[in-house]
């Protein structure tokens, strides 16, 4: 009898051990994703840090080496471009490395079209790490989380300069 529970308790450890927690990952990892994307959480998701936004306004700059929201918002289509294209199994164009090049790209006159891009390249790092396999969502879970926490970071810096700048509504996030 003794051998029996043995045998029994070990077969439980080696089954719960082996159990797979891909798809608890994947669906924590999407919503933080989601929540810095566009849906609001326990903070404003980008789409609204930067909607109702001027091209004038997204340029604006102070005196100091502070970047616009312009430039944060070209930066994170950047870095979430060539994330995107890496889930997708291409090959990102290449990089000097100088991480400055990332928010100097920010043209006033596609600003329109930048916010778009970005919304669009969030769509679709979603989308791809929702239909990822359990091995690639596994894999990617680590650089799809660090994706959303350096959205979140970016997002503040854009509602602070809203803030600062008197270009935030504090019941709706947008002015």
Known sequence: MKKIVLVSLVGLVVACAGRNDSPKV??????????????????????????GLTADQANWKDST???????????????????????????????????????????????????ARLDSVESKLEDVFAKAT??????????????????????GQIIYIRKHKGWWDPENGVK
Do not use: C
């Not at 502070?66 to 199994?89: C, M, P, Y």
């Not at 359990?134 to 997002?155: G, L, R």
């Open 26 to 51: 994947r669906s924590l990892v999407l919503d933080q994703l989601k929540y810095s994307h566009n849906k609001a959480n326990w903070y404003a998701p980008m789409n609204t840090a930067v909607a």
């Open 134 to 155: 359990d091995e690639q969502a596994e894999k990617w879970a680590e650089t799809a989380a660090n994706i959303a926490s350096h959205n979140a970071y970016h997002t």
């Open 65 to 115: 080496a502070n970047h616009s929201i312009g430039q944060l918002v070209s930066h994170l289509i950047f870095w979430n471009e060539r994330n995107l294209i890496a889930f997708e199994g291409g090959k990102a164009p290449d990089f000097s490395g100088n991480n400055e090049e990332t928010f100097t790209r920010f043209d006033p006159a596609n600003w329109e079209k930048a916010v």
